[in-house]
């Protein structure tokens, strides 16, 4: 019987008998199944976000959620509790004051089958939107709108890590973290770990929508980057 023996080397079985049994891991038609699954389910994923989301920026105040790829290693370990999407926006919807929206914006390659063990991750299912929805202050908003645009007219970003704090500090933009990153020691991105720390900085975004940055100066830290 022919296995695809690579599967024994991650975390994701068939089935739970022995870890390193062949008897865990796909065979050739099983896997083929898998793909053709897989893919079947993150197109409705796709569609059930779609619906949802707003096809243009709305004429309001809003903070832009850049949302990550997930799961991802930079996140699962290092955002510790708020690695989880909706625990991050919980708390981030506790901050924000009356009048203020939060635009989340999905990661489009959580749509794509970049790797079928991660894409095939139980982590997001159809209700996920939904439940994203019901914490309040939320609104979806097309992946095919403009990072930079949205980051433009927003009063600032707010994200997990990524490139987004990043890109909003370029544009002149106060940016909150959730983890540490690379980037932390930059003026105008700001890791906070409570909505009293969120509080302090969505007051600034409102009282400076503005910053001064001169982007040939950051002061990235070293110690944390791959030569």
């Known amino acids: 019987k022919k296995t695809l023996r690579?599967?024994?080397?991650?975390?994701?079985?068939?089935?739970?008998?022995?870890?390193?049994?062949?008897l865990s891991d796909f065979n050739i038609a099983s896997y083929k199944l898998f793909l053709i699954t897989l893919r079947i389910k993150l197109f409705f994923k796709k569609q059930t976000y779609k619906k949802k989301a707003l096809k243009k920026i709305p004429d309001t105040k809003y903070i832009y959620f850049a949302?990550?790829?997930?799961?991802?290693?930079?996140?699962?370990?290092?955002?510790?509790?708020?690695?989880?999407?909706?625990?991050?926006?919980?708390?981030?919807?506790?901050?924000?004051?009356?009048?203020?929206?939060?635009?989340?914006?999905?990661?489009?390659?959580?749509?794509?089958?970049?790797?079928?063990?991660?894409?095939?991750?139980?982590?997001?299912?159809?209700?996920y939107y939904e439940s994203i929805l019901k914490i309040g202050k939320n609104d979806f908003i097309d992946v095919n709108v403009n990072t930079l645009e949205l980051i433009d007219k927003s009063l600032g970003v707010a994200a997990i890590n990524g490139t987004a704090p990043i890109e909003a500090v370029i544009k002149n933009k106060l940016a909150i973290t959730l983890s540490s990153n690379w980037y932390d020691g930059i003026n105008g991105?700001?890791?906070?770990?409570?909505?009293?720390?969120?509080?302090?900085?969505?007051s600034k975004m409102l009282e400076y929508?503005?910053?001064?940055?001169?982007?040939?100066?950051?002061?990235?830290?070293?110690?944390?980057?791959?030569?």
């Open 6 to 22: 690579t599967s024994a080397n991650t975390y994701f079985k068939i089935n739970r008998k022995k870890y390193s049994s062949e």
């Open 67 to 127: 949302c990550p790829a997930q799961p991802e290693a930079t996140t699962l370990p290092s955002a510790l509790e708020l690695r989880r999407i909706s625990v991050a926006l919980k708390m981030l919807s506790e901050a924000v004051p009356e009048g203020v929206r939060i635009l989340f914006k999905e990661n489009p390659v959580v749509f794509t089958l970049r790797n079928p063990y991660i894409s095939g991750s139980d982590s997001f299912k159809y209700e």
């Open 209 to 227: 929508p503005k910053i001064e940055t001169n982007i040939f100066s950051l002061p990235f830290n070293k110690d944390v980057l791959i030569e």
């Open 189 to 202: 991105v700001y890791k906070c770990t409570s909505a009293n720390d969120m509080k302090k900085v969505i």
